[in-house]
T-cell receptor, first 109, second 110 residues
Framework: GDSVTQMEGPVTLSEEAFLTINCTYT??????LFWYVQYPGEGLQLLLK?????DKGSNKGFEATYRKETTSFHLEKGSVQVSDSAVYFC????????FGTGTRLTIIP | DTEVTQTPKHLVMGMTNKKSLKCEQH?????MYWYKQKAKKPPELMFV???????INESVPSRFSPECPNSSLLNLHLHALQPEDSALYLC?????????FGPGTRLTVL
């Protein structure tokens, strides 16, 4: 069945550091791929998505590229801010969303 | 502004109580979802309603009973819950390419 493997957390970075959160998936066919973010005490928000191979999703300075050859969808940001502290979930979508385990990110000033 | 609202924000109930969680959306989507999220875990899909009909039930125990009275409302009726059912219950609407989540109801079962 479909599955998503996500980088273990927690991740702690200094403000303005470069961020990478790894995500790989196992699926047949061509599912859509997503990054969702959950701020403390809130529900999930869609951060970005890609619906086919080689698509790049981007939002709020975050980017991820759908790489079919490596079955990956790594999240990157060039310069993180304290306000980016949250839990990030990689997900795969077909009939339903399949989530990774989540990566807790803490940015220190 | 959140376009998916959930009430109550917090709920504490005993194992013999009956309570309901409510979700409302005015985004015009015809699919609505219930998820359960335990601490430090990803959301787990419980139910999906499509056009007000139950389309997916992920083998959820019968002590959870969903209801979709109309295209804007989704309820989750709770009865005889166990302490291990304590979690954040999230409602969502949308479609597979984009789901919009409510803020959740944090449920504690004593």
């Amino acid at each position: 069945g479909d599955s998503v493997t996500q980088m273990e957390g927690p991740v702690t970075l200094s403000e303005e550091a470069f961020l990478t959160i790894n995500c790989t998936y196992t699926a047949t066919g061509y599912p859509s791929l997503f990054w969702y973010v959950q701020y403390p005490g809130e529900g999930l928000q869609l951060l970005l998505k890609a619906t086919k191979a080689d698509d790049k999703g981007s939002n709020k300075g975050f980017e991820a590229t759908y790489r079919k050859e490596t079955t990956s969808f790594h999240l990157e940001k060039g310069s993180v801010q304290v306000s980016d502290s949250a839990v990030y979930f990689c997900a795969l979508g077909r009939e339903k969303l399949t989530f990774g385990t989540g990566t807790r990110l803490t940015i220190i000033p | 502004d959140t376009e998916v609202t959930q009430t109550p924000k917090h709920l504490v109930m005993g194992m013999t109580n009956k309570k309901s969680l409510k979700c409302e959306q005015h985004m015009g989507h015809r699919a609505m979802y219930w998820y359960k999220q335990k601490a430090k875990k990803p959301p787990e899909l419980m139910f999906v309603y499509s056009y007000e009909k139950l389309s997916i039930n992920e083998s959820v125990p019968s002590r959870f009973s969903p209801e979709c009275p109309n295209s804007s409302l989704l309820n989750l009726h709770l009865h005889a819950l166990q302490p291990e059912d304590s979690a954040l219950y999230l409602c969502a609407t949308g479609h597979i390419d984009e789901q919009f989540f409510g803020p959740g109801t944090r449920l504690t079962v004593l």
